[in-house]
């Protein structure tokens, strides 16, 4: 290369005085970033939430034992089963998520997040993702079991592959906002284990049986519709145009979550 060449590149680099900080990286995009969040929190939660995710799984089996002994079978049973599958995931992604962002922002973890190159859209939704995704095994095993024990088809259980991001998703963002909007790590904890008592007793129990005031607070539960869908797939011929369309409401709850999960998220690495 020519000195007049080498001089012509040099002159197109732009300046850099000497003491001024190195400029920063570029912003990832969101699925990159979306990509690594998921797959970093995945393995921390496969190797810390295992035991949790037994804890679990027991305690839905259990409470459909319980139940068996008061519901014989019919609606309430499909209600039973289907609450106590989304119990599972409602136990992973609304309690232990608000737990860990309470944690997070109780330590100065999110000080971390906040120092990278990444949306934070990509922080919640990578964490909520990590956390649905960590419920799918304890939530068929709860299905297939509760099938069984009170005597439902099975043939429909693929709608599960909707149900558990849609449901999680709903619930993730949930857990996540209130982990993030809490002031203490302790309060934090105690949200998200009121959270996921709600989904139990709205969830579980049969809405014919709920005073009207609490069937009202039922409709309000992000992960009711998931159980609606799920529990009207538990027949031979199920009303296809039902199923979506509780799905479909599920899906702009999960929206609307994570959206304020993202919010809260903000809030918390600028304040």
């Not at 869908?229 to 999960?254: I, K, N």
């Amino acid at each position: 290369m020519s000195v007049g060449s080498a001089e012509a590149v040099a002159g197109s680099r732009p300046e850099v005085r000497e003491g001024a900080p190195a400029p920063l990286a570029p912003r990832a995009g969101l699925l990159p970033a979306l990509g690594a969040v998921y797959g970093a929190q995945l393995s921390r939660a496969r190797v810390a939430r295992m035991p949790l995710l037994f804890v679990a799984t027991f305690q839905s089996v259990g409470i459909m034992v319980l139940m068996r002994g008061v519901v014989d079978g019919g609606a309430e049973a499909r209600a039973v089963v289907a609450g106590s599958a989304v119990l599972v995931v409602a136990f992973v992604a609304l309690n232990l998520l608000a737990q860990y962002f309470g944690q997070l922002r109780a330590s100065g973890g999110l000080d971390h997040y906040a120092t990278l190159p990444v949306p934070p859209a990509a922080v919640v939704l990578g964490a909520a993702g990590a956390y649905a995704s960590f419920t799918v095994p304890g939530t068929v095993v709860t299905a297939v079991v509760g099938s069984v024990l009170f005597g439902l088809p099975m043939g429909n259980l693929w709608v599960l592959a909707a149900v558990i991001p849609l449901a999680g998703a709903s619930l993730a963002g949930l857990g996540a906002a209130l982990g993030l909007l809490a002031p203490r790590q302790e309060l934090a904890t105690l949200l998200g284990q009121l959270g996921m008592s709600a989904a139990l007793l709205l969830g579980v129990l049969p809405a014919e049986r709920l005073p009207t005031p609490v069937s009202w607070l039922r409709d309000l539960m992000p992960s009711t519709y998931g159980v609606e869908a799920l529990a009207r797939t538990f027949v031979d011929r199920p009303d296809w145009g039902t199923v979506t369309l509780s799905l479909a409401v599920c899906a702009v709850v999960a929206v609307a979550s994570l959206t304020v999960a993202t919010w809260a998220y903000r809030r918390a690495v600028t304040r």
